[in-house]
């Protein structure tokens, strides 16, 4: 028997395999009762639809059609192999190959009642393949299993033949949606080498969707979303075209959901011009995008007063969450971050740590009646919060001679308030009777000031 190899190069790599791999297609022989041209289609691994093995008469007994299998790096450790088995729809399909150690995969249907079965298996060290080994396939529906013999084949040259001739694509975009709900219909656009076969994949969903030639180069494409369906934004999509045995992929670039709004944070804490205990502080919040992509989680960045605290918070795309030790003080937050469509969101409020500061709320108590002779000194008796710096000031219009006033700063004085916050200060006044004498004191501590004013008259 003979074996065929074919290859395939990659505009843009699908994201299950690597960007620099060029896709080796790998064929593997029937082991019994297969003639020589039982290898068909570009896959590797390929069987006759009329070499069915264990196949009974029975109208409900499943049937194998092919397998073939692509590696992007042949069987080298490292190596991401595709298998995909086609056959009767709606069964439950495995591949068994007998390497040093023996390697059982699981393919599932997709789409659901194609018939078609895919899994992906990435080559160890440890399973030691090589040429010549079993491969088995087994499709099963209900209690009826059909199972095909392979082995693998020989590697026929170790060149990888150019793509063919002008088989490229020039673009491949979506009609973009405003939610990825069960229902909704996605179309997906390909532009490249006309006459080609075109088809499109969604990672984790679907694979091999047809793609039809609307006009020549143009190439189109459908699928609605199931509820069993599991898509985001982010989602890979790949687009294929083939000519021969040639392949080429291009990823879709733009996000599926058509998303121009940014995100918001809610339930920040601690609130916006909050106080909170020195200690163990939590600075997190909420993160809302109702109609659009979610937030990217990699996209968020926190930072107190400037220090850059990303790599202490937990992060997920619904929220965000910081632990850690504050010394008491004043802080700003500043938030980033960006959902799937690039929308960014900023935030910055300010809170603060430590005990909060006592009540500054200066009050004075002079002469009774705000009254004094003029003969006396003046003592001017004050509360405020304890240790509060008191900045004391008395401006007499001094009564000199008939209707004749002099403007004269009496006193300029700063002083401490004590412990529990008590302060006096004392005025000799130097006017007649009917002078008037404006009192002025000012209260600072952490930051915060407070006032209070007093007028005297002589009588």
């Keep these: 028997m003979s074996h065929r190899f074919t ?41 006759a639809p009329a070499a069915y093995a264990q196949r009974g008469p029975a109208v409900a007994q499943p049937q194998i059609d092919r397998l073939e299998v692509t590696s992007d790096a042949g069987l080298a450790p490292g190596a991401e192999l ?67 013999n392979y082995s693998v084949p020989a590697v026929a040259g170790a060149g990888t033949p150019p793509p ?8 491949f975009t979506a009609a973009p949606v405003t939610r990825l709900l069960p229902g909704t219909e996605l179309v997906v656009t390909a532009q490249g080498m006309p006459r080609a076969r075109g088809s499109f994949e969604i990672g984790g969903v679907a694979s091999d969707i047809p793609m039809r030639e609307v006009r020549p180069g143009v190439y189109e494409g459908r699928y609605t979303l199931r509820r069993e369906d599991r898509i985001t934004a982010a989602t890979p999509v790949v687009a294929s075209l083939r000519s021969g ?61 400037g220090r850059d605290v990303t790599g202490d918070t937990q992060i997920t795309a619904q929220s965000f969450s910081y632990r850690g030790q504050l010394p008491p003080g004043a802080y700003t937050a500043q938030l980033v971050a960006r959902d799937g469509a690039g929308n960014e969101l900023r935030r910055d409020w300010r809170f603060d740590v430590g005990a909060a500061p006592a009540v500054l709320d200066v009050q004075l108590t002079g002469p009774v009646g705000d009254v004094v002779d003029g003969r ?41 308030a004590d412990g529990a916050g008590n302060f ?30 007093l007028r005297l008259t002589q009588r």
């Design 7 to 47: 290859t395939s190069t990659s505009a843009s790599a699908a994201p299950r395999w690597r960007a620099s791999a060029t896709a080796l297609q790998l064929a593997a022989a029937l082991v019994a009762h297969a003639p020589a041209t039982a290898l068909v289609g570009v896959g590797a691994l390929a069987l």
């Design 245 to 305: 045995n040639q392949v080429v992929r291009a990823n879709l670039a733009q996000p599926l959901v058509g998303d121009t709004t940014a995100p918001t944070v809610v339930n920040l804490a601690p609130r916006e011009s909050e106080r909170v205990p020195p200690g163990v502080v939590y600075v997190s919040g909420n993160f809302e995008d109702r109609r659009g992509t979610g937030v990217d989680p990699r996209s968020v960045r926190l930072a107190l007063n």
């Design 82 to 148: 595709e298998l995909r088995l086609f056959g009767t729809p709606r069964g439950n399909a495995s591949v068994r190959i007998s390497g040093a150690k023996p390697i059982n995969v699981v393919l599932k249907e997709s789409p659901a009642g194609s018939g078609e079965y895919v899994a992906y298996y990435t080559v160890k060290r440890a399973d030691g393949l090589a040429v010549g080994q079993a491969v088995r396939a087994t499709l099963r529906r209900g209690k009826l299993a059909t199972v095909a």
């Design 424 to 453: 006096a200060v004392q005025f000799q006044p130097a006017g007649a009777p009917g002078s008037r004498y404006d009192v002025h004191v000012v209260s600072r501590r952490d930051g915060r000031s407070d006032e209070a004013r």
């Design 164 to 171: 063919a001739a002008g088989l490229r694509i020039d673009s």
């Design 376 to 416: 006396n000194p003046v003592v001017i008796r004050g509360r405020t919060a304890p240790g509060a710096t008191v900045q004391a000031r008395v401006t007499g219009l001094l009564q000199v001679a008939g209707p004749i006033g002099l403007e004269q700063e009496l006193l300029n004085q700063t002083l401490t």
